[in-house]
């Protein structure tokens, strides 16, 4: 297959001060068009002749509307060693097809209704099923689907990135961490199905899960391929491991505060949905640890509730908010937020690259409600 179409050489410059917004709009609009494009051709290719059309016209739909954090990271990565390259931005624009892999199954461990302001992927699958008056179960049918096309998608992100046209050499220097990044979500995923929040784990086990599964897969490993793929030397890549690493676990820890706060506008996801999920997040493990007696038996009795209303999840953000757990987590925010801007002091990094990188602490961390 041919690389992708080639992005408008305004969106591969890095931007001068005071355009760094404009810069990631930019970014993030060229990878959003160079997975449709991808898509549309893997989908006609592919799924075209199979006659499920129905799995190409959900992940188009689906992939319109990615925040594409990951590809900006990996380009930004490319960005700190070599210059500005066409080839390189479509290699980072497959992580967005890898996210999609990520979403598209993690809806449904979590049983999540809704993603991205529209129905899930599998529930428009068992919609589908439904509406046909096909046999056997639809929810089964909805989630068996979905995970077939995070499959694809997986699948898919690797090739998009072989395709790419960077050059092979490039290609594998970067693919050690790429799957580093991919076992790391992977075991990441798993150990979080596996915390059960009636066992009241430490918050300790709950950040090195959050680091796996989502910290070092948003910003550190992105990056640390980017950068690998352009040629940084190993100075360069340790001080990007380390920034990454501690920017993706404040992004985490800033996630968990929306996963309970957060309006479905910000997280995709439905009001309070980690509180009706009975997610083992940091800010509700902080919450338990920091409370009194009292306030840790109505924690008890939420938590094994069979059913949580509105009125129930109100209560307990109510008991969360007393216990003093957001400004806990708030504080473990700016901690790892200046580590992470001390990793980069005293490293070769262009001064465009360095104000990008300083730029996205505050992208990953100020995220509204």
């Not at 404009?22 to 449709?36: C, D, F, M, S, T």
């Not at 209704?113 to 439904?130: D, E, I, K, L, N």
């Not at 395709?163 to 979080?192: K, N």
């Not at 129930?312 to 007393?322: D, G, M, S």
Request: net charge negative; charged share 20%; aromatic share 6%.
């Amino acid at each position: 297959m041919r690389p992708v179409a080639a992005a408008p050489d305004a969106v591969a410059l890095l931007p001068e001060p005071g355009q760094l917004g404009a810069w990631r709009h930019g970014v993030r609009q060229a990878v959003l068009a160079q997975v449709a494009q991808f898509v549309t051709a893997r989908c006609a290719a592919d799924l075209g002749p199979c006659g499920v059309d129905v799995a190409g016209e959900v992940l188009a739909e689906f992939v319109q509307h990615g925040k594409c954090l990951r590809p900006t990271f990996m380009y930004l990565g490319w960005l700190c060693g070599a210059p500005p390259d066409d080839a390189a931005l479509g290699a980072a624009a497959s992580l967005e097809l890898l996210q999609a892999f990520a979403l598209l199954q993690d809806d449904v461990m979590d049983a999540s209704p809704a993603r991205r302001g529209r129905p899930s992927a599998h529930v428009q699958f068992a919609q589908w099923h439904r509406r046909r008056g096909l046999s056997g179960s639809s929810q089964r049918f909805g989630e068996s689907a979905a995970v077939l096309l995070g499959d694809l998608c997986l699948v898919w992100a690797e090739q998009m990135l072989r395709d790419s046209g960077v050059q092979p050499a490039a290609l594998r220097r970067a693919w050690p961490r790429y799957d580093a990044m991919r076992t790391e979500l992977a075991i990441g995923q798993f150990a979080d199905v596996a915390t059960d929040l009636r066992d009241l784990p430490t918050l300790d086990s709950v950040l090195a899960v959050a680091r796996m599964k989502s910290g070092n897969y948003t910003v550190r490993r992105p990056l640390e391929i980017g950068a690998a793929m352009a040629g940084c030397d190993d100075v360069m890549l340790a001080g990007l491991g380390e920034y990454g690493a501690a920017l993706g676990e404040a992004f985490q820890l800033r996630d968990d505060i929306l996963g309970v706060f957060g309006s479905p506008t910000a997280t995709g996801k439905p009001n309070g949905g980690d509180l009706s999920e009975r997610k083992a997040t940091s800010v509700v493990v902080a919450a338990y640890q920091l409370a009194d007696a009292s306030t840790r038996r109505q924690f008890g009795e939420l938590i094994n509730r069979a059913h949580l209303d509105e009125d129930a999840i109100e209560h307990w953000r109510t008991l969360i908010l007393a216990s003093g757990a957001v400004q806990f987590i708030e504080e473990l925010i700016d901690e790892r937020v200046a580590i992470a801007r001390k990793a980069l002091d005293s490293k070769p990094f262009d001064d465009a690259a360095l104000a990008a990188l300083i730029d996205m602490t505050d992208v990953c961390t100020r995220r509204a409600a």
